[in-house]
């Protein structure tokens, strides 16, 4: 039952997407589609935290973790000659599943605070591990030579045709987000968030569910690596800093807090923020603080909460 | 006799240096309507809280239709047929009336790993979602926000959801607390036709509710149970006089 005013929303967001690439070539402003695809990539990361945080309850605080290791599995790869985009993505996400496997079989049997510290604690292990690898570069991390290669059926060099890739893998993983969060699948843990005793008492036992949201949250943040290290042709633990945690985390809470449209919104609204601002002045990190704090407290629901159309259930 | 549905025995379970099961033996025949009364802090929900599976005794043992379901917890109970209502009324607040009793149904009809379909309109949870809410009177208010509801219509809910699950053993914990007075009215009459086909251990603190609806009453004080008869029986029972009902009169 997707409303007129969600059908409208949509097309008008896919619209302008689409539009974009021709428009700042026209106008010479080519900036813009590597801006725009960065805010796309991070929508993706912000949209796989959104599945456990916002519908699941579930505080990752480490979730660049994912974003880390499928940059790095890219980027290691690429520097001992494997370019294919197939092996590389499909390494990014099965690592990232599997790290996601770990990290959730511990993390989700605690909680609040606990929850919050060990997701963290993880992280910030594999940043030090990135930090650590001699041959990749240490805290300086390396460039990465050649994008992924898929057969010749798209360039990565290309800009534009990996604007429109970027595109189409957001708007999928946008979609199945929504789906998971609808499905029954989702309905438990949705329902496990809003009252985990009642859903205890009526017969679920939410754990492997959580777990396995977890997981399909941590492959879909590794996709958004790998696209980031082909954006970036460069990888660096800091990618996993804790600081980028915070940042997906804030996309999410700012664009609206389970939401399909919210991981959009908020990548879009702080990305671009940022470039705005680190163009005015060099402090700009001073300002951006407390204006995300009073975007918080004025949308509570988030971005999405104000548009007509993206405030679904 | 067809036999007791449920038994528990020298359940124990201490907070600190307070016994709040001290010893509990008790039992629910099929069908019957067992209710357990006693003063505030007497150890009820403590007690029933222990036979849904959300707390661990200290000691003692519970068998439910000869399995002992003992290390159980709350989820694999309620997959063998126990369900319950808390004192604090426990339903999704921010799902509606019918979103909430079709998570029960869901609950139970197999596991949950489907990803894709969207689970609200499947007729197979909502139609019999729907069912139960038209039963409990709550029929008309389906689309409405469970935190938007009134709090006794909150309480039918919650009764609602646990009978969504198709439960064998019913354990409501005072269900018509905090009612008006029509509303507790509504919730008895509720109950009442109920009985005969549905096991219930009810602990409730309204004496006309009790004595309305119990078969049997137990009475409970400081943790262990004092008296168990009929409603005839527990009244003119001097000890229950003393401890409890005294206190009334
Ligand atoms: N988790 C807990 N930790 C510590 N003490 C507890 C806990 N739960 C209950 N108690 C104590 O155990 C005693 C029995 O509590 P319980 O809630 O079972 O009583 P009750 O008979 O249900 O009372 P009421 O009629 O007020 O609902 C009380 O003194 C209570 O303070
Ligand atoms: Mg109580």
Redesign the pocket.
């Known amino acids: 039952m997707p409303g007129r005013a969600r059908i409208l929303l949509w097309s008008a967001v896919i619209a302008l997407l689409i539009l974009l690439p021709p428009v700042a070539e026209a106008l010479k402003q080519t900036f813009y589609i590597d801006l725009l695809r960065r805010v796309m990539i991070f929508a993706i990361a912000a949209a796989s935290l959104n599945l456990i945080l916002g519908y699941g309850g579930m505080i990752s605080f480490g979730h660049a973790a994912y974003l880390g290791i499928g940059a790095y599995a890219v980027g290691i790869l690429a520097f001992h000659g494997v370019d294919s985009g197939w092996m590389q993505w499909g390494t990014a996400i099965a690592a990232s599943a599997v790290v996601a496997a770990v990290i959730g079989a511990v993390s989700i049997r605690t909680s609040g605070i606990y929850f919050i510290m060990i997701t963290l604690a993880f992280t910030q292990m594999l940043y030090y591990l990135g930090m650590s690898l001699e041959v990749y570069g240490r805290d300086d991390g390396m460039r990465i030579k050649t994008h992924s290669q898929f057969w010749g059926l798209i360039d990565l060099a290309d800009p534009v045709s990996f604007y429109y890739l970027v595109l189409a893998l957001m708007l999928a993983s946008l979609y199945l987000v929504h789906r998971l969060a609808n499905s029954r699948f989702g309905m438990v843990l949705r329902a496990a968030k809003s009252n985990e005793a009642r859903s205890r008492a009526i017969g679920f036992s939410p754990y492997l569910y959580r777990l396995a949201a977890f997981v399909i949250a941590g492959a879909l943040c590794g996709l958004a690596g790998a696209l980031l290290a082909n954006h970036t042709a460069y990888i660096s633990p800091d990618f996993m800093h804790w600081t980028r945690s915070g940042e997906i985390m804030f996309m999410v809470i700012l664009g609206g807090i389970a939401t399909t449209a919210g991981p959009l919104f908020g990548a879009f609204t702080l990305l671009v923020l940022e470039t705005l601002l680190a163009g005015w002045t060099e402090h700009w990190q001073v300002y951006l603080g407390p204006l995300l704090i009073l975007s918080v407290i004025f949308f509570r629901r988030g971005l999405a909460g104000i548009l007509p159309g993206a405030r679904d259930a | 006799m067809s036999g007791a549905l449920l038994e528990a025995r020298g359940l124990r379970k201490s ?2 240096a ?1 016994r ?2 001290d010893g509990i033996d008790f039992d629910v025949l099929e069908g019957e309507t067992h209710a357990v009364i ?12 222990q036979l849904s599976g959300d ?1 661990r005794p200290d000691a003692g043992s519970i068998r439910f239709s000869g399995e002992d379901v003992t290390a159980l917890r709350a989820p694999a109970r309620s997959r063998m047929g126990f369900a319950r209502s808390f ?1 604090i009324t426990s339903i999704y607040r921010e799902f509606t009336a019918l979103e909430n009793v079709a998570l029960a149904v869901q609950a139970h009809a197999g596991h949950s790993f489907r990803f894709w379909k969207p689970a609200r309109s499947e007729r197979a949870l909502r139609d019999p979602a729907r069912a139960i809410l038209d039963e409990v009177g709550l029929g008309a208010r389906a689309e409405v926000i469970a935190a938007n509801l009134a709090h006794g219509e909150q309480r039918q809910l919650e009764v609602a959801m646990a009978l969504a699950t198709k439960p064998r053993l019913l354990l409501l ?2 269900p018509v607390a905090g009612m008006g007075n029509d509303e507790t009215q509504r919730m008895v009459t509720f109950l009442a036709s109920l009985k005969g086909r549905q096991t219930i251990i009810l ?1 409730e ?1 309204d004496m006309d509710a009790v004595f309305s609806l119990a078969d049997r009453i137990s009475v ?1 004080v400081y ?1 262990r149970i004092i008296a168990t008869g009929s409603p005839q029986e527990i009244r003119v029972n001097a000890e229950v006089r003393r401890a409890y009902l005294g206190e009334d009169a």
């Open positions: 907070f600190g307070l709040a099961s006693g003063p505030n802090g007497a150890g009820k929900t403590t007690f029933i809280s707390l004192q914990d005072e602990v603190h409970l943790g």
